[in-house]
């Protein structure tokens, strides 16, 4: 079946630091992966896309890169802010089982002032 | 514009009854998705639309669980008999087509108790 694995602690880190957060997957090689945010109550909201063809893809303080070897995708926020606490999820689409998106667990991220 | 709409917000139920969840894509969304997400894991798949044909309903948990979109917009989701372990939030989301590149745009979600 398969296996989306995010970060499983939470993460805690300092104003203006760099929040690295993976997701790793198993049993299938996705074409795209994407990154979603959510906040408590309210439903996820969409980031960004990487497809399987690009190593990296950055959109203001983001950037998310895709290694396909490894199964595995890593999301990176530049110079946090508070705002930027929420939980974010990975999720791709498995075309060899249906219609079905996976979803990661998710990783709460938490920046302190 | 409008996002996707869900409603109620948030429903409580006694177990044995039927509930009904509403969903209201964005307008000319295709493909509409229904998830289930319990606390602190991320949403899962139920069913998915496009148009008014349900192509896949794999992920509904029984067959207590019915969906339907009679008109390709509105969707609802009705849980018959209601259990415990039906409480959750579940989650409708709308797409502009069915494809890995397409971003889902989500309701709040319609939290379900039931006692």
């Known amino acids: 079946s398969q296996k989306i694995e995010q970060n499983s602690e939470a993460l805690n880190i300092q104003e203006g630091k760099t929040a690295t957060l993976t997701c790793n997957y198993t049993?299938?090689?996705?074409?795209?992966l994407q990154w979603y945010r959510q906040d408590p109550g309210r439903g996820p909201v969409f980031l960004l896309l990487?497809?399987?063809?690009?190593k990296e893809k950055r959109k203001e303080r983001l950037k998310v890169t895709f290694d396909t070897t490894l199964k595995q995708s890593l999301f990176h926020i530049t110079a946090s802010q508070p705002a930027d606490s929420a939980t974010y999820l990975c999720a791709f689409l498995s075309s060899d089982t249906g219609n079905q998106f996976y979803f990661g667990t998710g990783t709460s991220l938490t920046v302190i002032p | 514009g409008a996002g996707v709409s869900q409603s109620p917000r948030y429903k409580v139920a006694k177990r044995g009854q039927d509930v009904a969840l509403r969903c209201d894509p964005i307008s000319g969304h295709v493909s509409l998705f229904w998830y289930q997400q319990a606390l602190g894991q991320g949403p899962e798949f139920l069913t998915y639309?496009?148009?008014?044909?349900?192509?896949?309903k794999s992920g509904l948990p029984s067959d207590r669980f019915f969906a339907e979109r009679p008109e390709g917009s509105v969707s609802t989701l009705k849980i018959q008999r209601t259990q415990q372990e039906d409480s959750a939030v579940y989650l409708c989301?709308?797409?502009?087509?069915?494809?890995?590149?397409?971003?889902?745009?989500f309701g709040d979600g319609t939290r379900l108790s039931i006692l």
């Open positions: 639309f496009q148009n008014e044909a349900q192509l896949d």
């Open positions: 049993n299938y090689s996705p074409a795209y």
């Open positions: 989301a709308s797409s502009l087509g069915w494809s890995s590149n397409q971003p889902q745009h």
């Open positions: 990487i497809r399987e063809n690009e």
